[in-house]
C-alpha cells in the first residue's frame, strides 16, 4: 500500500533505470480520476496491446476508444524498449479482477489462480501496456523485454515493493490471456535479480583473503539506482569528471543522481557505445576501462 507516484517522480525513476522516457501529450493531467479513486496503489501489471506500430499504439492508449475512454494504460513499451507515458492517475487497464490476487500482491505471498472480478484494478495498479498483436506468434525483442524488467523495477524500487507486486493482466482478471508470449514468472525473475532480490545461499567456507585490487571491482548495474549512497559512486564521478565527462552542477557526491547516470552515459558515448549499451548504467565493460580508484 503506497501513495502514488508523482508525474515528475515517475519520470526520474524511469530514466534512473536507464530507459528512454517520452512524455506524450498532456500526460500528466490525462487520467479518469473524475471516475473513481487513485490509490493507495499496491502493484504493477504488465500487458500486451493487440496492436502494431508504436505511434498507433500510444495513440489508442492515450485516446481510448468508443466505450473504454483513455488513458488506458500509465506507459506504453514499444519494441524498441522505449517508454511512452500516456496517463498520470486512474486508468481504464485493470478492470475488475480477483481479490485473492490483490491481497496477494498486498502480502508479496504466491498468487492464487483468479477466479473472481469483484475489485477495482484501476485503483491499485500502475499499468504498462506493451505493443504486441498477442497472437502468440509476434516476437518480443529482447529490448522490450527489459524495459519491462527495467519499468516495474523502478516502481518496485521506489516503493521498496519485491519482484511479487508484478503481476500480468492474465493473472488479475478472469479469461485475459495478457501479456502472451513469455511467462510472468520469467519476468518476475528478472526483475528480482535487477533489484538484487535473489535469497543468499549457505554461507561458503572461509579463504584466504586476496590483495585488495587497486581498483574497485565492478559492482553490478543493479548497484547503481535512485537512493543508493557509497563512497565508490563518489570516485566514479570524480574518474568521469577527470575523463571530460562530468555533468554535474554540484558534486559528484555518495548519492546516485540523474547528473551520475548522464555523466556516465557521456563516457559510455566516449567509448563508442550506443543504444542500450549507452543508457547511463554501467556495465562491466565501461567501468573496467573508467579505472575507478579503490574508495
Known amino acids: 500500500m503506497a501513495k502514488p507516484i508523482s508525474a515528475s517522480k515517475m519520470v526520474e525513476i524511469l530514466r534512473a533505470e536507464g530507459l528512454t522516457v517520452h512524455e506524450v501529450r498532456n500526460w500528466r493531467t490525462h487520467n479518469r ?3 473513481g479513486p487513485w490509490g493507495p496503489v499496491n502493484g504493477v501489471m504488465i500487458h500486451h496491446t493487440v496492436t502494431s506500430g508504436t505511434a498507433r499504439s500510444v495513440d489508442i492508449c492515450y485516446d481510448g476508444y468508443s ?5 488506458l494504460c500509465h506507459g506504453v513499451i514499444d519494441k524498441k524498449g522505449h517508454v511512452h507515458l500516456v496517463g498520470n492517475g486512474r486508468a481504464n487497464h485493470a478492470g475488475l479482477g480477483d481479490g485473492d490476487v490483490l491481497r496477494a500482491v ?7 489462480h483468479d477466479n473472481e472480478a469483484d475489485t477495482d484494478g484501476n485503483r491499485h495498479f500502475y499499468g504498462f501496456e506493451c505493443v504486441n498483436l498477442g497472437d502468440g506468434k509476434d516476437p518480443w525483442p529482447e529490448a522490450q523485454k527489459e524495459a519491462i524488467e527495467k519499468a516495474a523495477a523502478a516502481i518496485c524500487r ?3 515493493w519485491s519482484e511479487r507486486s508484478v503481476i500480468g493482466h492474465k493473472e488479475w482478471q478472469p479469461g485475459k490471456t495478457d501479456p502472451r508470449g513469455f511467462t510472468m514468472d520469467g519476468m518476475r525473475r528478472r526483475i528480482a535479480d535487477r533489484l538484487g532480490g535473489k ?3 549457505p554461507a561458503p567456507a572461509p579463504k584466504p583473503t586476496p590483495p585488495k585490487p587497486t581498483h574497485e571491482p565492478f559492482p553490478g548495474s543493479g548497484f547503481f539506482h535512485i537512493g543508493q549512497k557509497s563512497p565508490i559512486i563518489t570516485a566514479m564521478g570524480r574518474r568521469l569528471v577527470a575523463e571530460g565527462c562530468g555533468r554535474y552542477e554540484e558534486g559528484p557526491s555518495p548519492e546516485w543522481t540523474e547528473a551520475d547516470r548522464l555523466s556516465y552515459q557521456a563516457w ?5 557505445f550506443k543504444g542500450k549499451d549507452a543508457d547511463g548504467i554501467p556495465g562491466r565493460v565501461s567501468w573496467e576501462k573508467l579505472r575507478v580508484p579503490n574508495s
Open 33 to 35: 480520476n473524475g471516475k
Open 67 to 71: 466505450g473504454l475512454p483513455g488513458p
Open 106 to 112: 498486498v502480502n508479496e505471498s504466491k498468487l492464487p
Open 158 to 160: 521506489h516503493h521498496g
Open 199 to 201: 535469497a543468499p545461499g
Open 268 to 272: 559510455q558515448q566516449k567509448l563508442h
